[in-house]
């Protein structure tokens, strides 16, 4: 029925007139995008600048040649392989993890029967509402007192654990579309419970999967609080807090720090333009009605 | 019957079981913070000695006292009704603007959405650039005289930040406003307008009802994520000038980090806690009472 209403509508947005008022609508929103644009050009500009172009010329006046140097120097600078891989195999191994995670606790929390489930589900929802960012000063004490400050799994545990509340909550809003029957037959089969999850439950979840996982490493590869307070040491910094430091360090001299925003927006784009689809739905969770 | 029940907790155990992990990860990484921050609040903690010295609730009254404690939350406070309103009315304005039937919605769509996968402290860093390099070249350009300095005052330094901030994320509400949309079924447009409303009064009475629960989830989303401000002040005005643009978290941090008072920087904390809580759960009642059940 939902699939249905959604379908009827997609083809009633191309059924509206093109109007002169819809002409003047499409103009103002072409003034909004290229206002909205102005600073990715002002970033991607300067990031080709030579630092002579930087000091003496107008910031809005394109590049006489394309400056890679600056790249060149933004790699060394946030020292990319490492930086770039750090942030990658946290981000990585968290979004995996909460996937697995919380896939199977949502699901079993759907199918248990009982107060105990009724009560997870709320434990864990309340979760969304408590700002880790508000707690940061226990939550580096105990990451201390555990050792899992300056480690890998350390920063990966508390992006888990922080990232669990909304993964579950997102989970069971999708675990409606399993159909319980399949889970029967399987159970009389001989199926163990979790052997039902993995074999039918799990293929069937995969774009809620994809719509966990991509919301998650969103919000992970942008992360500077935890990773600045967990993982300080040199050779496990994320890019986000090398930025930082290199904002910093190049305050006049800005063509370099411009060029490595470029490097570290670049691959979290490019994960977001080619899985648009389940991005826009795990935002849309609870928004929408049916 | 009986056998049914037995296999029913058989298989109630088998799914607690499931649980017990992230339950046990969840708790430590998250619950566990909030009743040691509870703690920490009723001592004079330095967060290095091994003696936690209890003070009752004397940093909480102090807390009442403290003048930069109450400067940083009016800067919070203000920065959020500020984003509360200003992004809430363009993300809707934009997306009825995007589901008005304009070509090429799919290209608008991203480039409104773009700047919400930058990091917010590259936002900051870039909104800093802008005002202090970019934007006053278009004074000469254009021979005006606006001043663009806005990180430079303390008088102005919260309308720049709300706009970098609503740079970054009007295009992110915008998509949630967008999927609300396009669920309204059009039927009920239509039979709006055979019983001759107009667009002001089909807009009112049609579609903010029908995004009832898009607008709870933008107005409680956009506000507990204002009231957290951080990362875009670290590299943009670093809580200045003075003191003008500090925010609640960086008064922590200053506090517990910097100034050593770790058991009056978790009072901080447990008031920022519980003022997010209740400003979340109040929004959450006020907005679903509202909700038209369908």
């Keep these: 029925m939902a699939k249905f209403r959604r379908a009827r509508q997609a083809e009633d947005v191309t059924q509206k007139p093109y109007t002169a008022s819809t002409f ?17 050009f002002v970033i991607l500009n300067y990031s080709f600048k030579t630092k002579k172009e930087l000091y003496l010329t ?10 890679w140097a600056n790249y060149e120097a933004a790699l060394k600078k946030l020292n990319l392989t490492t930086t770039f891989t750090n942030t990658f195999i946290y981000t990585a191994v968290s979004v995996l993890i909460l996937a697995l995670l919380c896939g199977v606790t949502a699901w079993a929390i759907s199918r248990g029967k009982g107060k105990f489930f009724k009560f997870s589900f709320v434990y864990f929802v309340i979760g969304i509402l408590i700002p880790f960012q508000a707690l ?16 890998r799994y350390g920063i990966i545990f508390m992006y888990v654990a922080t ?38 439950v799990f293929p069937l979840l995969k774009p809620a999967f ?50 490595a925003i470029v490097v570290s927006v670049l691959p979290i784009s490019v994960l977001f333009l080619s899985l648009q689809k389940y991005f826009i739905k795990g935002m849309t969770v609870g928004a929408v009605k049916g | ?73 009016w800067f919070t406070i203000k ?60 004074n000469e350009i254009f021979g005006t005289n606006i001043n663009f300095l806005l990180f430079g005052d303390g008088k102005t330094v919260l309308r720049g930040l709300v706009i970098a901030n609503n740079w970054q994320w009007i295009g992110y509400w915008m998509l949630i406003y967008l999927a609300g949309l396009q669920s309204v079924p059009s039927d009920l447009y239509e039979a709006a307008k055979v019983d001759g409303a107009s667009a002001v009064q089909r807009f009112f009475n049609v579609t903010i009802p029908m995004l009832a629960p898009a607008i ?28 003008a643009s500090t925010s609640v978290i960086q008064m922590i941090y200053a506090t517990a980090i910097s100034g050593r008072q770790y058991g009056y920087g978790s009072a901080m904390s447990v008031t920022l806690v519980v003022i997010l809580l209740m400003v979340a759960m109040i929004q959450v009642k006020g907005l679903k009472s509202k909700e038209v059940q369908s």
């Excluded at chain 1, 003047?24 to 600073?39: E, I, K, S």
């Excluded at chain 1, 940061?136 to 480690?151: C, D, E, Q, R, V």
């Excluded at chain 2, 017990?20 to 708790?27: A, E, K, Q, S, Y």
């Design chain 1, 24 to 40: 003047a609508v499409q103009a103002v929103m072409t003034v909004v995008a290229v206002l909205f644009l102005f600073p990715l």
């Design chain 1, 58 to 67: 107008s910031p809005l006046k394109l590049p006489d040649s394309l400056q």
């Design chain 1, 136 to 151: 940061f000063l226990p939550i580096y004490t105990i990451g201390y007192k555990m050792h899992l400050t300056n480690t």
């Design chain 1, 163 to 200: 990232g669990i509340s909304f993964g579950v909550f997102l989970m069971n809003s999708f675990m409606s579309t399993v159909p319980l029957e399949l889970e029967e037959a399987a159970r009389i089969d001989g199926c163990s419970v979790v052997r039902t999850y993995f074999v039918i």
């Design chain 1, 210 to 259: 994809a719509t966990l996982i991509i919301m998650q490493a969103f919000q992970i590869w942008n992360d500077y609080l935890l990773a600045s307070l967990y993982v300080s040491k040199k050779g496990l910094k994320t890019l986000t807090v090398a930025i930082q430091s290199l904002f910093s360090a190049q305050a006049s001299d800005y063509t370099t720090a411009m060029a």
């Design chain 2, 1 to 73: 019957m009986n056998k049914k029940k037995t296999m029913q907790d058989k298989m109630n155990r088998q799914y607690f079981l499931l649980i017990v992990p992230g339950m046990v990860i969840f708790t430590i990484g998250v619950i566990l913070p909030l009743l040691l921050a509870l703690r920490y609040s009723f001592t004079s903690w330095d967060g290095m000695t091994v003696e936690k010295e209890s003070v009752g609730i004397s940093n909480y009254i102090n807390l009442w006292k403290d003048a930069n404690f109450r400067q940083a939350w």
């Design chain 2, 79 to 138: 920065f959020t009704i500020a984003n509360t309103i200003v992004q809430n009315v363009f993300a809707l304005l934009f997306a009825v603007a995007l589901d008005s039937g304009i070509k090429a919605q799919k290209v608008y769509r991203t480039i409104l959405f773009i700047p919400c996968l930058v990091s917010a402290v590259i936002v900051g860093f870039v909104w800093l650039k802008l005002y202090s390099n970019v934007l006053p070249e278009l």
């Design chain 2, 216 to 243: 709870t989830i933008c107005v409680v989303g956009i506000t507990t994520g204002s009231l957290k401000v951080y990362d875009l002040l670290v590299s943009s005005t670093g809580g200045g000038p003075g003191r």
